[in-house]
């Protein structure tokens, strides 16, 4: 059990949508994939039975394609797409990167954000109007040959139907995929250092998601604006970073992946305490993945490892 880097655009690409996405960190609740995507899922429809999919769009622009309709996708996205879902990824060029997590159990938005009817309030880091679900229906009434990829118990089965899968002609409930842009995220700030739920955007009951955005620092006149050391008890922590310069942390590039396992501390790097004093504010945008179960690291993960991390605070 160490800290861990892991640098995540060395994940080579792939053609195929299923086959690009390598796993790197998972437990018994949730799987946190990379995937580098370089053609658009065609010739089959895919379904996860197993599990709720939030696949995060780093880079690419596209269109998910479901048996509900359409939703355009684009940097910075959180793609929200419920079991049982028949999808599709369309994407425009070759250049995709994606960090998915396949959770068993359902994603919702943080409970204390909604009222007793389910609204999210007004202290709510985004709202209703934020979430978009599918749009541009489309209904094909065709007969042929069409492949499903159906995972379930962690097993592909194919199945071939007689009929087009989107073949829907209307639908009601509230089970939908729907897409959040992460920089329509408001970030909550304060006088004081202001701990990690803030950021928090989405929860199952074994891990939550949090968006960490760009904010004005803490803004007490002696204000230390890095964060302080801990040592999450209940929790193995994973950051994904998107975008900006990190305020915490040294050598941060786009695509880097850090797991703080629960039970070791951690911190700011040497410095940048120091350094943060006097900031104003910062551009960093990155992914949290906190689970309350230990993750296991892949050998994918391993093969992408920066060595030494762990003794990175000695430099
Ligand atoms: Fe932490």
């Given at each position: 059990m160490k800290a861990l880097s892991l640098k995540g655009f060395q994940i080579k690409p792939e053609d195929d949508f299923l086959d690009s996405r390598k796993a790197i960190l998972v437990n018994s609740d949730v799987s946190l994939e990379l995937a580098a995507p370089r053609k658009s899922l065609k010739d089959y429809y895919y379904k996860n039975a197993d599990c709720d999919e939030v696949i995060f769009v780093h880079k690419g622009t596209g269109k998910l394609r479901t048996i509900l309709g359409n939703i355009p996708f684009e940097y910075g996205d959180y793609l929200v797409i419920p079991r049982g879902m028949i999808y599709q990824m369309e994407f425009d060029t070759e250049e995709n990167r994606l960090?998915?997590?396949?959770?068993?159990?359902?994603?919702?938005?943080?409970?204390?954000?909604?009222?007793?009817?389910?609204?999210?309030?007004?202290?709510?880091?985004?709202?209703?109007?934020?979430?978009?679900?599918?749009?541009?229906?489309?209904?094909?009434?065709?007969?042929?040959?069409?492949?499903?990829?159906?995972?379930?118990?962690?097993?592909?089965?194919?199945?071939?139907?007689?009929?087009?899968?989107?073949?829907?002609?209307?639908?009601?409930?509230?089970?939908?995929?729907?897409?959040?842009?992460?920089?329509?995220?408001?970030?909550?700030?304060?006088?004081?250092?202001?701990?990690?739920?803030?950021?928090?955007?989405?929860?199952?009951?074994?891990?939550?998601?949090?968006?960490?955005?760009?904010?004005?620092?803490?803004?007490?006149?002696?204000?230390?604006?890095?964060?302080?050391?801990?040592?999450?008890?209940?929790?193995?922590?994973?950051?994904?970073?998107?975008?900006?310069?990190?305020m915490s942390r040294k050598n941060v590039e786009p695509g880097l992946i850090s797991l703080h396992p629960a039970g070791i501390p951690h911190g700011p790097h040497p410095g940048t305490m120091e350094k943060s004093i006097g900031e104003k504010e910062t551009l960093e945008l990155a992914v949290m993945v906190d689970t309350f179960k230990p993750l296991m690291v892949t050998k994918a993960a391993l093969d992408i490892e920066a060595p030494g991390y762990y003794k990175s605070w000695l430099e």
């Open positions: 960090f998915i997590v396949e959770s068993k159990h359902p994603i919702y938005t943080p409970k204390r954000y909604r009222n007793w009817f389910g609204q999210l309030l007004e202290h709510s880091p985004f709202c209703e109007r934020d979430l978009h679900g599918p749009s541009d229906l489309e209904t094909h009434d065709e007969l042929g040959d069409f492949e499903i990829r159906v995972k379930k118990q962690d097993m592909m089965h194919v199945y071939l139907y007689a009929s087009h899968p989107f073949d829907v002609v209307g639908w009601d409930g509230y089970n939908f995929p729907y897409k959040f842009s992460i920089h329509d995220f408001e970030p909550i700030t304060g006088r004081v250092h202001q701990p990690p739920p803030v950021h928090q955007t989405f929860e199952t009951g074994a891990f939550v998601i949090c968006s960490f955005c760009p904010r004005l620092y803490d803004y007490h006149p002696k204000s230390i604006p890095a964060p302080y050391n801990h040592s999450n008890i209940d929790s193995d922590e994973v950051l994904y970073y998107v975008d900006g310069e990190f």
